[in-house]
């Protein structure tokens, strides 16, 4: 695993588009999966101005790794790709026919597609305090599963947080979500992992003192071969 550590979340997102511009610069076709959420918000804004109108970036693929339907608008894009358009896609004019969803109607052949087309070559993601990444929350997935579908029953709060993820809006709440999980993800050639605030150093801690943990289940992500975390200070007040 390599640690950066940047002065504050404008360095951190800095960094993080460098990373993930630098995967982009290639002649060959380049699978990528990146996060929504709010700790990208500043990286997508760095994005934004150097990929828009860059046809030299047509070689680009996006895949989002997890989803969220709305359960009143089941045709709709859910959550996950509704922030990505949001915060990226859109503004950035990405080509809707570079742009593959994950659903909860196509997630069982979301391994084999990504397979077909060479694999996942790059992929942003978050984390969150209790260790999350993706939608594999403790207690949902185990290291040994691929692309998942995570019910409302598979643990004791699932309810609520899937209220949380819809805003609140009870009749939009679905009974599940689907998500990468940890073998699909371990199964991509380069990790990247970005986290700020004070909020996220116990996990981050966790995470560089190496220690892999089934119920903190970021920690099996830093035993993969090209696995780069970076952090501002106050991410990396505990080490």
């Known amino acids: ?45 760095v994005m934004v101005p150097l990929v828009k ?12 790794f ?32 570079r742009i593959h969803p994950l659903t909860s109607d196509n997630y069982t052949t979301q391994d084999e597609r990504i397979a077909e087309v060479g694999g996942l070559d790059f992929v942003l993601l978050g984390v969150g305090a209790d260790g999350h990444y993706c939608g594999n929350l403790p207690g949902t997935t185990k290291f040994g599963d691929r692309t998942t579908k995570v019910m409302e029953y598979d643990r004791e709060d699932m309810k609520d947080v899937l209220l949380r993820e819809v805003s609140g809006v009870e009749e939009d709440r679905p009974d599940h979500y689907v998500t990468m999980g940890p073998k699909s993800i371990m199964n991509i050639k380069k990790l990247v992992m970005i986290a700020s605030g004070t909020k996220k150093a116990g996990i981050v801690k966790q995470l560089v003192d190496g220690v892999v943990l089934e119920d903190v289940p970021a920690t099996l992500l830093t035993t993969h071969p090209d696995f780069t975390l970076i952090v501002d200070e106050e991410a990396a007040s505990l080490l």
């Not at 002065?7 to 999966?33: C, P, W």
């Open 1 to 45: 695993m390599k640690l950066i550590i940047t002065k504050d979340y404008k360095e951190m997102s800095e960094v993080g588009a460098q990373h993930l511009i630098g995967a982009m610069h290639t002649q060959y076709r380049t699978n990528i999966s990146i996060t929504a959420g709010t700790t990208p918000v500043g990286l997508y804004e």
């Open 53 to 64: 109108d860059k046809k030299y970036f047509d070689n680009v693929h996006y895949y989002n």
């Open 66 to 97: 997890d989803e969220i339907p709305f359960k009143t608008r089941p045709q709709e894009t859910g959550v996950t790709m509704t922030n990505l358009n949001n915060l990226y896609f859109h503004p950035a004019g990405i080509d809707r026919d």
